[in-house]
Each structure stands twice: as structure tokens, then as C-alpha cells.
């Protein structure tokens, strides 16, 4: 930003949808950064127990679901306690699904910042998966606590898997995020569609029971889920007793990519009116 | 430096919106069925708040906008601001731009006062070292020191808004564009932040001032750009474009006589008030050397002490002169019994040609008001009768005031 002295800028009409100008996003990363920033510390500065919540959440939830799915109505989880195979779904399945809801609700619950002071928009959609990220990474470490308590051992493939799993969350979260904070702006309607998406899609996900309760032949339709893949991923690699996930999934992959370019083009050719219509 | 050319800005009006996607369908499909044919686009659908707007501001000019509330000041800002994009048109800025269209953007409420100055500056456009180096001034500037490490929600609005605009003050681009944002905070405070203004214009920076505040754009601004309805009126030297505001402002809208809506609650209240020429008839425009006679009718309705009816006269927004009725009757001061009374009154003349606005009040002296209703008659003096390009007095010269003196001058002598 200190280098713009001489730069000229020229303000037009919006013609057409352009792809996002990189440089320009550079220069305002502090932006980005300060906002992560706040939206972090914000998030726990006036609770009591702070940053405690995020290693409460994931550990409350692993109580109360291992008590109705894994004792009361005995879900298998293989030869895994299934606290720990809980855990493993849970978090993937948080990570995207708040990642998702706040990516589609940014724009418009930013309404007050973007209607007063120009920054490149999608600054505020990624700095709306920061919390979500956050509270993964500590999840994580729960996760893994809880593994080592149990005396099992994550194999050595969770050190890139792990992390190319939340990658894969994160960018399957933005592209469907996008998609819908563009269709937010103009139908407020998507603000009732996305709670249920991700009330639904949790059940749509291996997170309380284990993949393999789905037939074999609709796994191809049920592995178009996104999550699936990384849920799989994560099991996998922090459990080295579990078989690695069905390369089908990954094809997954290209429905993620593909509603990130999607998300994108609507986002940019959202933004250009945004400003008069939210 | 800005170079605006022929920026027009329209409006979707509510017409064809579907806010939610059901409408949406609906609409889709009954156009589908109704063989495809796609509404055009009718004059009514839309309206354009900026018209071919074009003007030039050179490096480190201070221009004022103004203009009425909807003369599309506001849609030009954010043009300016990159808000939203222009539907014709376009500008051409070189340099830095950051725009105040309010104080404390991004402001949380949660955060402290060093938080908040991070995260504001940032929003800004300022640099996370440029905040760093200036921090300590800000903090200085804006008064609050001691309570720099408080979460902002424990804020007095005066503290909030003087930390908002000293942050806002320290910013260094090369162009800056402001709102309204200057009208905030207590008279002293507000100084402060006019003096600022002042430095950064002075310091070389251009500056784009958008304001209602008359005043203060004759003290910022060297230039101003009248805007109606979305188009230039007129760009010029501030003075000129300030007269024609106001003569804008004024037309057609002279107010000689009113009568004011009843409230039996009040202790006090104004009746009616009207303007007359010489001959007793009501009247809205005078010539500059007409008598202007004001008459007033108020109401008390319990005894009150101290109670006066306050004549205040603006031209041209600028205010004039006070008076009150009790300025030559002090007894009535002290012992004013219930009733109904009516004032007359000779307005001083001769009258500048401008165009003025009578407010009137019922208070207690020292105390406080009874009734007030501060648009009470408008009126306009113009020069026709004579010539007064001559005279000092003249619409043109500085000075609020007609002042028609009785000069005696004796000739001591000859060379």
C-alpha cells in the first residue's frame, strides 16, 4: 500500500468479470491479517474460559455423541474407540461447515465496513475462515491428546495428510461459500439455506458412522461430498489401522476445484453491484 | 490530479428486483410462457442520481461539493471511493486515495483503544509500521491516553469519536476524500480537527470535501462544485458557487407568513408570524432599502419570569443578528402575566441582497427555551431597484452587513 504514491487509478464502469488482480490482494495482506486478527481475538476475549472453548467443544461433543451413537445405539467404528473415530469426523465436518457458513454469510454481515471504504471484497470472505481455522488446529491437538492418551499412535502419513486434509476443506468451504455469498447479497434466502446444508450435511458425511455402512455401489454418488474424502484422509493417516480411503474420492477433488472457480466468477460479478444492492 | 469525466450513475428502482429466489422463478417462468418477451428497460425502472458529472481537481486543491440531500453528493463520494462503480463515465486519480466517508470504520467494540487503532488504520489503508511510527501522536491527538488500553464499548461517544478521528487525521495520502465526518464531537474538539484539515491542505494534499456545513467549506475549501438533482451547476471559486447555492436554496421559497401548529402542553407558545412591506401587506421580497416589518403573535400560558420572544436572522445561513422583544421593555422581565401578545418589529436596514431566514423562539432569558421553531419565515432581498455596483454594500462585497453611514467629509485644502 506504501507503494501506490504514484500510481494512477482509474475508476470505470463495470464491464464483464475479470479474474482477482493478485498484486493488488498483495498489497493489502495486512488488511487481511488485522481482520483475522480481530476476528480471532474477538471471538474469545469476553468469554470466561477464552480459548479453552475450542478444546471444549470438540471434547463435550465427543462425550455426548459417544454416549448416544457409540454406547446407546453401538455404531461401529472398527477397532477404534469411537470417541477417538468420532473426533476424527467431527472436526473435518466443523472446520468446513462453519468455514462455509461464515464464507456465505461474510459479505452481508460486513455490510458496515464494505458500504464505507474500498478494499479488494474478497479480503472478507477469507478472512472469514480464519476463526473456523483456528478452532480446527486446536481440535487437532485434541485430537491427537486423546490418540496418545489411548497409547495408539498416528503413522507417519498424518504429517501431510492432516493438513492437506483442512487445505481440501478449506478450499471445497470458500468455493461453496463464494458461490453463496454472491446469492446471498440479492436472495436473502441463502441465509435459511446454509444452516440447513450443514445440519443436513453432517449426516451426509461419515462423521458419526463409519463409511463403510454405505453400499458399495453408492459410494461413488456419496464420495461427491467433499468431506467425505478428507474425513477418510484424516482417519486414515491419524489411525494406522484403518485401510486408506478408496482413491475414488479423490475425484472429489474436482468438485471442490470446480466450485471454486464457480464461486469466483460469481463472486467478482457480484461484486461490482454489491454496494447497491445489499 | 482527479480528473472526473462525464460520470453518470443509475439506479435500479424497485420494480424489477427479486429479492428472493422464489420470485425470481416465478418471474422466469412466466416469462417463459408468455412467449419470452424480456421487459425492456423503461425510464421509469431506474433513475439516475449523477449525471454527466465532469470537473478537474488540481494537485493540492481543497474542493468543496455541495449540494442539496439528494443531489447525488453521496452516490459521487463512493464513485470517488470505489464503493460501487460508475454506470458511465470516468475518473482518473493519481496517488494514494483514502476516503472518510465516517470515523471509526471497523470500530469493534470489544477491542481497546491500541486495537482499534491497528485495525482502523489498517482499514484506512495505512500500514502497520506507518500506524507504529505515528501511534503515540494519534493517541496524543485524540485525548484519550489513559484509556488507550480499555475495550472501546467502555467509551463516552466523545472519547469513541475523537480516537476515530485522530486516526482518521493522521492518514497521509495524496488525495483525500471526506464526508461529513468533520461534524462530530464538542465545539473544542471540533476546532481541533478543522485546524487539522487545515495542516493537510496546507501540507499540499488535495482534498475533496463533501458537506451540508456552509461555513466550513468557506474556510477549507478555495473551490467548490454545486451539485442538483446529479448534475454540475456550477465549479468555480468557493464564494461564487456558495451565492449560488444559496440562491438555489431559496428560490421560489420565500415564507412571509405562517401560523404554527397548536400545543396546549407548552407554557409558551408562537402563534403566527408574517413579514409586511410599507403598505401592511404581506410580503417575501424586498427591495434592499424597503422597510421589512415583522409581526409575531405568541401565547403564554401561565406566568412566567424572564420570558422573551428571540428574533434570530440568518443571510445567507450565516447568522445575523439577535434581538428580543424585552430589549427595550426590562419590566416585562420580571412580571409577564398569562396572555396572548403580539410583537411588531422594524427589521434594521438597509438589508444585504441575500436570501434570509427568521428564526424565532419563546425562551427564559438565561434559562432556556420554551418554544422554538427555528424555520420560521424566509425572505429574500435583491438589488433591483438601483444600481449598487458602486456601493459598498453591493451582493458581491465581503461583509454580512449593509452598513449605509452618514460619512461627512470636508475638503482641508487644495495642493
Given amino acids: 500500500m506504501t507503494s501506490r504514491a504514484d500510481t494512477e487509478t482509474v475508476i470505470s464502469p463495470a464491464t464483464g468479470v475479470h479474474p482477482f488482480r493478485f498484486s493488488e490482494l498483495w498489497s493489502f495482506r495486512e488488511l487481511l491479517l488485522q481482520l483475522v486478527w480481530r476476528d480471532v481475538s474477538v471471538r474469545y476475549k469476553q468469554t470466561a474460559l477464552g480459548l479453552m472453548w475450542a478444546v471444549l467443544n470438540p471434547v463435550l461433543m465427543a462425550v455426548i455423541f459417544s454416549i448416544i451413537f457409540g454406547i446407546w445405539a453401538r455404531m461401529p467404528s472398527g477397532d477404534i474407540p469411537y470417541p477417538l473415530f468420532f473426533l476424527a469426523g467431527i472436526i473435518p465436518w466443523t472446520f468446513f461447515a462453519s468455514a462455509l457458513a461464515d464464507v456465505s ?60 486434509g483442512l487445505v481440501w476443506a478449506w478450499v471445497s468451504a470458500l468455493g461453496v461459500g463464494l458461490c453463496f455469498s454472491a446469492l446471498n447479497i440479492k436472495y436473502r434466502d441463502v441465509g435459511q439455506l446454509v444452516p440447513f446444508i450443514v445440519r443436513v450435511g453432517m449426516f451426509a458425511s461419515p462423521v458419526i458412522y463409519p463409511l463403510s455402512m454405505i453400499p458399495e455401489k453408492w459410494q461413488w454418488l456419496y464420495g461427491l461430498n467433499p468431506v467425505v474424502g478428507v474425513i477418510e484422509l484424516t482417519r486414515w493417516s491419524m489411525f494406522s489401522t484403518v485401510t486408506p480411503p478408496n482413491p475414488a474420492l479423490y475425484g472429489s477433488v474436482g468438485i471442490s476445484l470446480f466450485f471454486l472457480v464457480l464461486g469466483a466468477y460469481m463472486f467478482r460479478r457480484m461484486e461490482a453491484t454489491y454496494a447497491d444492492l445489499v | 490530479m482527479i480528473h472526473v469525466e462525464g460520470i453518470s450513475k443509475r439506479y435500479q428502482l424497485g420494480v424489477e428486483r427479486h429479492d428472493k429466489l422464489w420470485d425470481m422463478w416465478v418471474h422466469k417462468a412466466r416469462r417463459m410462457f408468455s412467449g419470452g418477451q424480456r421487459a425492456t428497460d423503461t425510464d421509469s425502472d431506474h433513475f439516475w442520481a449523477l449525471k454527466d458529472v465532469s470537473f478537474d481537481v488540481a494537485e493540492g486543491e481543497v474542493v468543496g461539493i455541495i449540494g442539496r440531500n439528494g443531489a447525488g453528493k453521496s452516490t459521487l463520494l463512493k464513485i470517488l471511493s470505489r464503493i460501487t462503480p460508475p454506470t458511465e463515465g470516468q475518473i482518473r486519480l493519481k496517488g494514494r486515495v483514502a476516503s472518510l466517508l465516517e470515523v471509526g470504520t471497523g470500530f469493534h467494540p470489544e477491542l481497546s483503544g491500541r486495537e482499534n487503532v491497528f485495525m482502523n488504520g489498517a482499514i484506512l489503508g495505512m500500514s502497520r509500521a506507518e500506524i507504529k511510527a505515528k501511534f503515540d501522536e494519534i493517541v496524543a491527538f485524540s485525548e484519550v491516553e489513559k484509556f488507550i488500553d480499555t475495550a472501546v464499548k467502555h467509551y463516552s461517544s466523545g472519547m469513541y469519536v475523537r480516537l476515530a478521528f485522530a486516526v482518521a487525521a493522521h492518514l497521509e495520502p495524496e488525495i483525500l476524500v471526506v464526508d461529513e465526518v468533520l461534524a462530530v464531537g464538542d465545539s473544542a474538539f471540533q476546532r481541533k480537527c478543522i485546524g487539522r484539515m487545515g495542516d493537510v491542505a496546507s501540507a499540499g494534499r488535495t482534498v475533496l470535501f463533501v458537506s451540508h456545513n456552509l461555513g466550513m467549506v468557506q474556510t477549507l475549501c478555495k473551490r467548490a462544485v454545486l451539485l442538483s438533482e446529479g448534475r454540475v451547476v456550477t465549479s468555480g471559486e468557493v464564494g461564487a458557487v456558495l451565492e449560488d447555492y444559496t440562491t438555489m436554496l431559496s428560490e421560489n421559497e420565500v415564507l412571509a407568513h405562517t401560523r404554527f401548529d397548536i400545543d396546549p402542553e407548552k407554557r409558551g407558545q408562537l402563534l403566527e408570524a408574517s413579514l409586511h412591506d410599507r403598505n401592511g401587506e404581506p410580503c417575501g421580497r424586498f427591495d434592499v432599502f424597503d422597510p421589512i416589518m415583522l409581526t409575531v403573535t405568541y401565547t403564554l400560558r401561565e406566568p412566567i419570569e424572564g420570558a422573551a420572544l428571540n428574533l434570530v436572522v440568518y443571510r445567507n445561513t450565516e447568522l445575523l443578528f439577535v434581538s428580543f422583544d424585552t430589549d427595550r421593555a426590562p419590566e416585562l422581565l420580571h412580571a409577564r402575566e398569562p396572555g396572548t401578545y403580539q410583537a411588531t418589529v422594524q427589521l434594521p436596514g438597509p438589508l444585504k441582497a441575500g436570501n434570509y431566514d427568521v428564526a424565532l423562539s419563546i425562551g427564559i432569558l438565561n434559562m432556556g427555551g420554551v418554544d422554538s421553531r427555528p424555520e420560521a419565515l424566509r425572505f429574500v432581498v435583491s438589488e433591483y431597484s438601483f444600481d449598487t455596483s458602486k456601493k459598498s454594500y453591493c451582493a458581491q462585497r465581503p461583509g454580512p452587513m449593509a452598513a449605509d453611514l452618514e460619512w461627512s467629509l470636508q475638503r482641508q485644502g487644495n495642493h
Fill in chain 1, 105 to 164: 454469510n461474510s459479505l452481508v454481515s460486513q455490510r458496515a465496513l464494505l458500504t464505507k471504504v474500498y478494499f479488494p471484497r474478497v479480503i472478507t470472505p477469507l478472512a472469514a475462515t480464519a476463526v473456523p481455522l483456528v478452532d480446527a488446529l486446536v481440535a487437532i491437538l485434541v485430537l491427537l491428546a486423546a490418540t496418545l492418551l489411548k497409547g495408539m499412535v498416528p503413522s507417519w502419513h498424518a504429517l501431510w495428510a492432516v493438513p492437506l
